[in-house]
């Protein structure tokens, strides 16, 4: 999945928590096949988090190649 798939999920997933708070406990039972409005939440929730995850920016590359090269014995370049 590319980011913009991941984003449209997100915000799907968003839209779904707040229908499922406008609707009646049977209702959200009858229409999720869940246990309880408070379980299906807890599932979308979840999901959301994993979403989130997926999202959030890549830390970037932080390793030290000068110091790499000098403990191999090659010669210092520049990056």
Do not use: F, H
């Not at 984003?7 to 039972?29: H, K, T, W, Y």
């Not at 979308?44 to 390793?63: R, S």
């Amino acid at each position: 999945m590319n980011r913009m798939q991941l984003q449209c999920g997100l915000d799907a997933l968003e839209r779904d928590i707040e229908r499922i708070e406008s609707m009646s406990e049977e209702e959200v039972c009858k229409v999720y096949n869940a246990d309880s409005k408070s379980d299906i939440i807890e599932v979308i929730e979840e999901e959301i988090a994993t979403y989130k995850k997926l999202l959030e920016p890549i830390e970037e590359d932080k390793m030290d190649y000068a110091a790499l090269q000098e403990v191999q014995g090659m010669p210092l370049t520049q990056w």
